[in-house]
């Protein structure tokens, strides 16, 4: 099997990362009875015997004695990797792994991308490697981050330009959260749109997350189970907002949203961490979801939501009533995994490169041009080394171009094409 | 003389153990050890110093699982294993990109593949010919396996290759199917003698129709594969071979089949086939079963169900020539393998009808048959034929179809260019399978 490193920078990032090891290590429990350090174990985790002096990394077959898991945790501020450093998941990480500073970014993509960018390159780049080298066969890196702050949206597309220089050969999935239009960070707009440019042309595959959408399972959920349908009960530990692993305490305010995708993490990895019958290794994704380089955009969607007790749900067939390109009509790619999520008998995750993603970006940049076109607060980007107008005006036109190529499929949609005339063969 | 095979990627390692399993029950099925087991096992297996038989197989994979469970399969069955080294696996498989596994994987690993099949030829007292198994659709089947073929072209250029290949479903297992599809055709075509293919639409048809499985999975379908390609190279009696069981039995399937470089693409189909419950209660007659096979050829049928009898050859004068006009189907060569008890009572003149076949070739020199009396799979009489026709037109030029369609657009293309295949590959491939297409749709003539 192969490996994979999460790499999770900024507040956003490391919080939604700490949830994923979190539930990825109940997963685990759950399905590995004996205590063995297995193959899906290894994907994600290693397994170190501290008292071997060189921090001697067992093989696959040993007992479990130390499970470390295979990440880099960036944050230009240290609360978040404090706390994490705090809670039941310190010993899954070493302090090689992580790189804090102190002062955070401000909210600006500048700070984040350009000055800490430059500062601390050498050493992202150390614990970059030194994550690869664990590896028998690192098959992808999966970054998460959020867009609209400043380390997360900045200094996160840095790395992501790293990672393309350095491991070229290696899969780049990206996990991005997007603003909300209430968000409270003004400047979240252009430090969403700065990054998206990156994340065309440097991520293999993006899955964005609204926090918007997010907000709105989380409410749906708290609907159900505070009895919104008379005679419903959800089971327990069963609805992708609940975080009983390893943590107790009271629920901090984006902990349900953070589960939720954690779960969805949990679901893309799900087939290269377990066996399943029709095995679907990550960079079949990429081939198969991405047919030009750019509109690599892929939108999740996750069920089920929770499973209520007592009610079998059956599965339902995905019914095939989408409108697909004309040149892809049968554009469907299958993998199956024999192990579902704590909780539930089954799970369907759907990623699908979807042309609906573009009112996504077409709200997003006009929320760039309303702050852009009065050059609100660009003062404090420009003052940054490096950081020139242009940045800007490159940004905003790699957005435009991308919304454009959404256009121009859309056009074709439920026209009839015909079949393109084949090559003729003299007799 | 023997077989070495080399299984490919997930499919042919998984259609690949299945078929060895088949052949080494029904070889040692007899009560006695009759020639016609000695000739089987020679032909497949050899025998290491504990007097296990060992397949005469190289397996190859980009990925680990498969390949283990296969190995792991064979051990379990008690009767026949793989060798022990007889194996080639990566860490991370191709991707599904026939790029990917033609021009990094392919000559990454050409060289331990190369002295792996050179062990096995060395175990053989004379060497029959190789057969590859492998998807088309996947990348490292394909990829890998084209490369493969090419090698094995150059290192062995006296030998018989015939490439046994499986279709996808039509309606997609992986979404770049069916360019994977046309660049393993075009390229294979030049380098192999015979392409033997299987449908898994078909296939799938048989399980369900004809063998009622409710839910069918890939080993199912594998093991019909396995069933059909068992009953085409289990020992046979040929008007060549003098009275005894053939020594050259690819050397004569690709004479009798292949005469000519621009016809290459066979299909099979078997009779009977039915669930292995039902067998014991079942009686056949060779007229009845050549009868439904005859049909079967005629009219495009996998299967002895849903037969259309209306279907007639077309006399001298109705030939015609589309695509999507009548469906008669239009031989250049059948093969008739006839395996059980009487097998020489059979009378097989229906399939000598020169309406059956293209113009340009005699029925004599257009049909051949082989014999066996021994028994098939439990199969008290069976039959098959190997057929080099235009059964396999519409779904090639479907597949064709979708790829251009996809091409057209140029999508995914940026994924194979990457590694290191162009758009002037793609056209040159698709010019390659046009010809094939058109010089089939011709055969009416």
């Known amino acids: 099997m192969t490996q994979s490193v999460i790499v999770q920078v900024g507040q956003c990032g490391n919080q939604i990362g700490c949830r994923f090891w979190d539930l990825a290590l109940r997963e685990h429990a759950h399905v590995n009875k004996r205590g063995v350090y297995d193959e899906a174990l290894s994907s994600f985790f290693r397994n170190v015997d501290s008292r071997i002096s060189d921090g001697g990394a067992c093989g696959v077959g040993e007992r479990i004695q130390h499970l470390k898991a295979r990440a880099v945790l960036v944050d230009m501020e240290e609360g978040v990797v404090n706390e994490i450093l705090q809670g039941p998941l310190r010993e899954v990480f070493d302090s090689t792994q992580l790189l804090t500073d102190v002062s955070g970014s401000g909210n600006n993509w500048a700070v984040g991308h350009m000055t800490y960018g430059s500062a601390y390159r050498e050493q992202i780049v150390d614990k970059l490697r030194k994550a690869a080298e664990h590896c028998d066969c690192l098959q992808c890196f999966f970054l998460i981050h959020s867009m609209g702050g400043g380390t997360g949206s900045g200094l996160g597309t840095k790395v992501l330009k790293l990672l393309e220089e350095e491991f070229p050969d290696v899969c780049r999935i990206v996990t991005s959260v997007y603003p909300s239009a209430e968000d409270d960070v003004i400047t979240s707009p252009y430090n969403s749109v700065l990054a998206m440019k990156e994340l065309t042309e440097h991520a293999d595959c993006v899955i964005p997350v609204e926090n918007q959408s997010l907000v709105d399972i989380v409410n749906k959920i708290k609907y159900m189970s505070d009895g919104g349908k008379p005679g419903s009960v959800i089971k327990r530990d069963s609805a992708i907002i609940s975080g009983r692993g390893g943590l107790s305490g009271a629920e901090k305010p984006f902990d349900a949203m953070n589960n939720i995708v954690a779960n969805l993490l949990l679901n893309i990895t799900s087939s290269a961490r377990f066996e399943g019958s029709l095995n679907m290794d990550l960079n079949e994704i990429a081939m198969n979801l991405v047919p030009f380089p750019r509109l690599h955009y892929l939108v999740p969607s996750l069920t089920p939501l929770y499973t209520l007790a007592d009610v079998n749900v059956p599965s339902r067939r995905l019914r095939p009533s989408l409108p697909f390109v004309s040149w892809n009509q049968e554009g469907w790619k299958t993998g199956l995994c024999s192990v579902p999520p704590v909780g539930h008998s089954h799970s369907l995750l759907a990623l699908a490169n979807n042309t609906c993603l573009k009112s996504t970006f077409v709200e997003l940049s006009e929320r760039f041009t309303k702050l852009y076109r009065k050059k609100a607060h660009l003062h404090h980007y420009l003052h940054v080394d490096g950081m020139e107008q242009s940045c800007f005006s490159e940004a905003v036109t790699s957005l435009s171009s991308l919304i454009e190529e959404y256009d121009h499929l859309d056009a074709t949609k439920g026209k009839i094409v015909l079949d393109a005339t084949r090559l003729s063969i003299a007799t | ?445």
């Not at chain 2, 009779?271 to 209660?281: G, R, V």
């Not at chain 2, 259309?308 to 006009?325: I, N, Y």
């Not at chain 2, 097989?348 to 048959?369: K, Q």
């Open chain 2, 1 to 445: 003389m023997s077989v070495v095979t080399l299984q490919l990627g997930q499919c042919g390692n998984q259609v690949g153990q299945e078929l060895y399993d088949v052949i080494c029950s029904d070889a040692q099925d007899a009560q006695r050890r009759t020639t016609h087991t000695t000739v089987s096992c020679e032909r497949f297996f050899h025998q290491n110093k504990h007097g296990d038989l060992v397949a005469r197989a190289v397996l190859i994979d980009m990925e680990p699982k498969v390949i283990k469970q296969s190995m792991k399969k064979a051990a379990d069955s008690g009767r026949w294993r793989y060798g022990d080294d007889s194996h080639f696996s990566q860490k991370q498989g191709s991707g599904n990109n026939w790029a990917n596994g033609f021009c990094v994987h392919g000559p990454r690993h050409i060289e331990v593949v190369e002295e792996l099949v050179r062990r096995e030829v060395e175990r053989c007292d004379r060497l029959a010919g190789f057969m590859t198994m492998m998807s088309v659709a996947g990348g490292t089947g394909s990829g890998v396996g084209t490369y493969v073929t090419q090698s094995l072209r150059d290192a062995y250029s006296k030998s018989f290759i015939l490439n046994h290949l499986t279709w996808p479903y039509g309606t997609g297992e992986v979404i770049v199917q069916n360019y994977n599809s046309v660049l393993t055709l075009a390229h294979l075509y030049q380098l192999s003698d015979a392409i033997l293919v299987h449908e898994n639409d078909t296939v799938h048809r048989i399980c369900s129709q004809l063998l009622n499985i409710k839910h069918i999975s890939f080993s199912d379908v594998n093991r019909v594969i396995a069933h059909q390609l068992g009953s085409v190279l289990q020992p046979a009696l040929t008007a060549d071979s003098h009275g005894v069981y053939s020594r050259n039995p690819l050397g004569e399937l690709v004479s009798s089949l292949a005469c000519h470089p621009e016809y290459k693409l066979l299909s099979v189909c078997t009779i009977p086939q039915m669930p292995s419950s039902s067998i014991a209660y079942s009686t056949f007659s060779w007229p009845g079963l050549l009868k439904h096979l005859r049909q079967m050829l005629i009219s495009n049928s996998k299967m002895e169900d849903g037969i259309d009898w209306q279907m007639r050859p077309p006399s001298a004068s109705e030939r015609t020539r589309s695509l999507t006009g009548a469906s008669f189907n239009t031989s250049l060569a059948n093969l008739l393998i006839l395996r059980g008890k009487d097998v020489y009572s059979a009378e097989a003149g229906g399939f000598e009808d020169p309406a059956l076949y293209t113009s340009w070739l005699s029925p004599e020199t257009a049909f051949t048959r082989w014999n066996s009396p021994v028994p098939f799979n439990k199969y008290e009489k069976s039959a098959t034929l190997v057929s080099n026709s235009q059964a396999l037109l519409k779904p090639l030029d479907n597949m064709v179809r979708k790829a251009w369609n996809m091409f057209a657009s140029r999508a995914y293309i940026h994924q194979y260019i990457r590694f290191g295949i162009s758009e002037e590959d793609f056209l040159d491939s698709f010019t390659s399978v046009e010809q094939v297409i058109s010089s089939y749709t011709q055969l009416c003539n």
